[in-house]
């Protein structure tokens, strides 16, 4: 079946180090591919998204790259903030399923420190 | 604005009693979907509806009951078959279900506790 598999936190930076958190998958069609951010005590926010392989999500400094062959979506940025302290998820969406229901990892949690 | 809007923010439940989360969404998305998020977990699937007066069950349903009477609205309620109600419950809604481009956007959650 359809999983999602992301590196367990938590992770802890120092500002502007670089970030590496890494998400791996399993789909049995073709999924499309999904970071969201959640902040304390909140919801989720999508971060990013890429619909097919190779496609490159990116948003406020945040990049991911659905890889297919080695079935991974990785999300790195370069120069973290303190503000970017949050619980990161990947999730993906089979679209071979009737309804394209989202599959979560477990999260993980990041601070940065000043 | 556009959005997804959750009540209350925190619910308080006592044994054996029914209580129902309030989710509506003004985005005009067809497919709504409740979840359920426990500490250091990712979150699971209750229930999820592609149209009005339509639902389906998700992972995690047994306890949970929903309705779909009006495009905007998915309230669910935590019946007392739930044993362990106590979590972070968010609602979602969609655009496209199925198709290449959807995302799911979610609500500010709701936390329900247990007296």
């Known amino acids: 079946g359809d999983s999602v598999t992301q590196m367990e936190g938590p992770v802890t930076l120092s500002e502007e180090a670089f970030l590496t958190i890494n998400c791996t998958y399993t789909a049995t069609g073709y999924p499309s591919l999904f970071w969201y951010v959640q902040y304390p005590g909140e919801g989720l926010q999508l971060l990013l998204k890429?619909?097919?392989?190779?496609d490159k999500g990116s948003n406020k400094g945040f990049e991911a790259t659905y890889r297919k062959e080695t079935t991974s979506f990785h999300l790195e940025k370069g120069s973290v903030q303190v503000s970017d302290s949050a619980v990161y998820f990947c999730a993906l969406s089979d679209r071979g399923s009737t309804l394209g229901r989202l599959y979560f990892g477990r999260g993980t949690q990041l601070t940065v420190w000043p | 604005d556009g959005g997804i809007t959750q009540s209350p923010k925190y619910l308080f439940r006592k044994e054996g009693q029914n209580v129902t989360l309030s989710c509506e969404q003004n985005l005009n998305h067809d497919a709504m979907y409740w979840y359920r998020q426990d500490p250091g977990q990712g979150l699971r699937l209750i229930y999820y509806s592609q149209i009005v007066n339509d639902f389906q069950k998700g992972d995690i349903a047994e306890g949970y009951s929903v309705s779909r009477e009006k495009k905007e609205s998915f309230p669910l309620t935590v019946t007392s078959a739930q044993k362990n109600p106590t979590a972070f419950y968010l609602c979602?809604?969609?655009?496209?279900?199925?198709?290449?481009?959807?995302?799911?956007?979610f609500g500010p959650g709701t936390r329900l506790l247990v007296l």
């Open positions: 890429a619909t097919k392989a190779d």
């Open positions: 979602a809604s969609s655009n496209e279900p199925g198709l290449a481009e959807e995302t799911q956007y």
